[in-house]
């Protein structure tokens, strides 16, 4: 899980999880309310993780000709693994880091 790096509080599953997915750029940290921003690595790997789901999904569908539900079931399974790991990616920064 993240540390916020101002005050170095390891910020829990689901604070990491609502963080991200509230608008803007900048999280603040739950601890010192500090605002912490995703570094750029770890907005690179997310963006990785992205873009594998769709790619499994349809690669399977394809490859096992998967009717409907199976495909919803392994959507399912691959959003599971999704929110599982992805706060685990985070890592934060004071900074918030051009992505290019
Ligand atoms: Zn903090």
Request: glycine residues 6%; contains cysteine.
């Amino acid at each position: 899980m993240p540390h916020c790096e101002n005050c170095k509080n390891e910020w829990s599953w689901g604070t990491t999880l609502r963080k991200s997915f509230t608008l803007g750029e900048g999280m603040e940290c739950p601890e010192c309310g500090k605002t912490q921003y995703l570094t750029k690595k770890s907005r690179k790997r997310m963006g990785i993780a992205n873009f594998f789901p769709p790619v499994i999904l349809l690669g399977s569908a394809w490859l096992f000709d998967l009717n409907i539900v199976s495909v919803l079931a392994v959507a399912l399974f691959l959003f599971a693994v999704f929110m599982l790991t992805y706060p685990q990616m985070a890592e934060l920064s004071n900074e918030n880091e051009p992505m290019w």
